[in-house]
């Protein structure tokens, strides 16, 4: 599993960053978590775990936060992590559940787009429980899917669902299993066109057609998604936890 997920990732750096650069939704989000995060923290975030990292998105908004000295971006793909700009953080090729951190070395962890993403978020969550210090936060984002204008879900009556490896409802259950947690749902417009870019991103195509090779999926994807039209909703699940 954790091969697919990288080999995944690592054929998707072009269609990650265009993603990106047309909807900062991985910016967004890491700044939006950021605010939560430091909201909660009894003491200043100055070395913090970017726990999956991607192309470094999440990793710059956290290394401009106030007083943090240190960024590890850590990401199990090591051309994802290519892309981390100098200065924005230390990329580090590694498994989320195998924290390369002394314990309490961090003042935060932060699955900014990730716990989704493994097979058993609660080995992760106990990571973080681990390398944070007695005073540190840990958050997460998780997908909750798109909504039409009509208040139905836009894979509705499709052939396929576009489904996380884990739920947002166990990336919930994992982080209370070790920490004291807040949570909320962010809400934000996009277009249908937007949605397709979304799966266009091979990793994010595999969630519709996990058994194809990248392309053949990316291409299955485009024709599932082409009806689609007009504005829609996302919604996104955010978890924010602090030592019990």
Do not use: C
Not at 95 to 104: A, F, S, T
Not at 210 to 224: H, Y
Not at 225 to 233: M, N, W, Y
């Amino acid at each position: 599993m954790k091969d697919v997920v990288r080999a995944n990732f690592d054929d998707s750096v072009p269609a990650y960053e265009a993603y990106e650069r047309r909807t900062g939704q991985f910016e967004t989000l890491a700044r939006l978590l950021d605010a939560e995060l430091r909201a909660r923290a009894d003491a200043d975030l100055r070395t913090v775990v970017d726990a999956g990292a991607g192309t470094g998105a999440s990793s710059r908004v956290l290394a401009a936060g106030e007083r943090t000295e240190r960024v590890v971006a850590i990401d199990v793909s090591r051309e994802m992590l290519r892309a981390v700009g100098r200065g924005d953080g230390d990329p580090v090729q590694a498994d989320v559940d195998r924290l390369p951190l002394v314990d309490g070395a961090a003042d935060a962890v932060v699955f900014t787009a990730s716990l989704f993403l493994v097979p058993d978020p609660a080995i992760a969550a106990r990571e973080a429980a681990r390398v944070l210090g007695s005073e540190g936060v840990v958050g997460a984002t998780a997908p909750l899917g798109w909504v039409t204008a009509e208040g139905e879900g836009v894979f509705d009556g499709l052939e396929r669902e576009s489904r996380s490896p884990t739920g947002a409802e166990e990336v919930r259950a994992a982080l209370e299993g070790e920490f004291d947690v807040a949570t909320g749902t962010w809400r934000f417009a996009t277009t249908a066109a937007d949605v397709r870019r979304f799966h266009a991103i091979p990793a994010m195509a595999a969630r519709l057609y996990p058994r194809l090779p990248p392309a053949g999926r990316v291409e299955r994807a485009r024709e599932l998604l082409e009806p689609l039209s007009g504005t829609v909703e996302q919604r996104w699940l955010w978890v924010v936890g602090t030592p019990s």
